[in-house]
């Protein structure tokens, strides 16, 4: 029972333009939501997080949007640099569990 | 500052050897502590988290336990390996609810 679902396993953006990934949780109960970024071998880095009373939380390039009715979160990256590149996960808790997507691999191109 | 270690860094095992990875963390108190797991091309799963000594919740049933001996020592064990535990192990701390998550660097465990 996958209760985080990312849906695009991978996304392929220019240096420059907007890279939008995309998140869609399953339990009501989950109130708090984060993004993570990942390198290969290396623990995720923590990059941005948004509550359920909020709809919309920025953080320099890094802007998560909420849609509880939907059950939909988004993170979009504006301007993407190549240093972007890596895999992103949403992570979503209700309670002590924090539940992880599948993640979506970003490639930032040149 | 708070950190968190994990070792080893890498791990060949032989199937049906048994398992011990260790997590602590320092520069904080009665943090919640989550194993998590990530196998080939696949998501973080949660395996089991603790939110005090002696407290374990288990996500997934399977051949391995985890035991919080410490307030802030978070350890991962298998009497006997399956190939199917080969994986990327990540410990990660936080201080309650709605807060993020803080990882360590993961320990590569390949079972032969």
């Known amino acids: 029972d996958q209760q985080v679902k990312q849906n695009s396993p991978s996304l392929s953006v220019q240096e420059g333009r907007i890279s939008i990934l995309n998140c869609d949780y399953t339990?009501?109960?989950?109130?708090?939501f984060l993004w993570y970024k990942k390198y290969p071998a290396e623990g995720p880095t923590f990059l941005i997080s948004?509550?359920?009373?909020?709809d919309k939380n920025e953080d320099g390039r890094f802007t998560v949007f909420l849609n509880k009715s939907a059950k939909h979160l988004s993170l979009h990256i504006v301007p993407s640099q190549p240093g972007d590149s890596a895999v992103y996960f949403c992570?979503?808790?209700?309670?002590?569990?924090?539940?992880f997507g599948t993640g979506t691999r970003l490639q930032v191109f040149p | 500052s708070q950190t968190i270690h994990q070792w080893p860094a890498t791990l060949v095992q032989p199937v049906g050897s048994p398992l011990s990875l260790e997590c602590t963390v320092e520069?904080?108190?009665?943090?919640?502590l989550y194993w998590y797991r990530q196998a080939a091309g696949r998501g973080l799963q949660l395996l089991f988290y603790?939110?005090?000594?002696?407290?374990i919740s288990s996500e997934v049933p399977q051949n391995l336990s985890a035991s919080r001996p410490q307030d802030r020592q978070f350890i991962l064990s298998s009497k006997k390996l399956l190939l199917s535990d080969s994986g990327f192990y990540l410990c990660?701390?936080?201080?309650?609810?709605?807060?993020?998550?803080?990882f360590g660097q993961g320990t590569r465990l390949t079972v032969v």
């Open positions: 990660a701390w936080s201080v309650g609810r709605h807060t993020e998550a803080f």
């Open positions: 339990n009501s109960m989950f109130d708090y």
């Open positions: 992570a979503a808790t209700g309670t002590d569990k924090l539940i």
């Open positions: 520069g904080t108190s009665n943090p919640n």
């Open positions: 603790s939110v005090g000594i002696g407290q």
């Open positions: 948004i509550s359920s009373i909020k």
